[in-house]
T-cell receptor, first 116, second 110 residues
Framework: NAGVTQTPKFQVLKTGQSMTLQCAQD?????MYWYRQDPGMGLRLIYYSASEGTTDKGEVPNGYNVSRLNKREFSLRLESAAPSQTSVYFC???????????????FGEGSWLTVV | EDQVTQSPEALRLQEGESSSLNCSYT??????LFWYRQDPGKGPEFLFT???AGEEKEKERLKATLTKKESFLHITAPKPEDSATYLC???????????FGTGTSLTVIP
């Protein structure tokens, strides 16, 4: 029972490099999210996708792009990484309203990204 | 402005010493309030969802309660394995976004 799976777990980038964080969920959820977590700042929403084919900006979208590849997969891309993007990134998916677990968000294990 | 505030930031308890964590929120139109546990190096793990004032949920040594402006996570006779960061989040009636607090770091000393 995998739930939400993120790759890679750890990554070090140089300033200006690009990379894509991959996320997949096997719970047949419609909504998926990308958050970043920084000390003292809590979890902040970068982008979310309410359903396949749709994406919306969250609180801190600048410097990021997303792709909802299909219902299972939601990727986050850093086109030109900056030191300010050093963070822990979490992908999450949300149970469908009306389902047994209602609106619950389920998180992946995180991706630790360092930009030097 | 929509805001979620958790207190205290950090809490140290002796094993068996009961206490409560607080989550206060200022959002218009609450759909649900969520509690998560996060261990170091891991993703948040879902604990409870509360939907209306007066609602209570329990799981082992944890009990979550909800009023119109805040939620409490009561920890009864904690054990060292309860040590973690506890996160609170709220979802508004409108939209798909969830707003998280910065968490309370709980340490239970044997």
């Amino acid at each position: 029972n995998a739930g939400v799976t993120q790759t890679p777990k750890f990554q070090v980038l140089k300033t200006g490099q690009s990379m894509t964080l991959q996320c997949a969920q096997d719970m047949n959820h419609n909504s998926m999210y990308w958050y970043r977590q920084d000390p003292g700042m809590g979890l902040r929403l970068i982008y979310y996708s309410a359903s396949e084919g749709t994406t919306d900006k969250g609180e801190v979208p600048n410097g990021y792009n997303v792709s909802r590849l299909n219902k299972r997969e939601f990727s986050l891309r850093l086109e030109s990484a900056a030191p300010s993007q050093t963070s822990v990134y979490f992908c999450a998916s949300r149970a469908t309203p009306g389902s047994y677990d209602g609106n619950t968000i389920y998180f992946g294990e995180g991706s630790w990204l360092t930009v030097v | 402005e929509d805001q979620v505030t958790q207190s205290p930031e950090a809490l140290r308890l002796q094993e068996g010493e009961s206490s409560s964590l607080n989550c206060s929120y200022t959002v218009s139109g609450l759909r649900g309030l969520f509690w998560y546990r996060q261990d170091p190096g891991k993703g948040p793990e879902f604990l409870f969802t509360l939907y209306s004032a007066g609602e209570e949920k329990e799981k082992e040594r944890l009990k979550a309660t909800l009023t119109k402006k805040e939620s409490f996570l009561h920890i009864t006779a904690p054990k060292p394995e309860d040590s973690a960061t506890y996160l609170c989040a709220v979802q508004k009636n409108t939209g798909n976004q969830f707003y998280f607090g910065t968490g309370t770091s709980l340490t239970v000393i044997p």
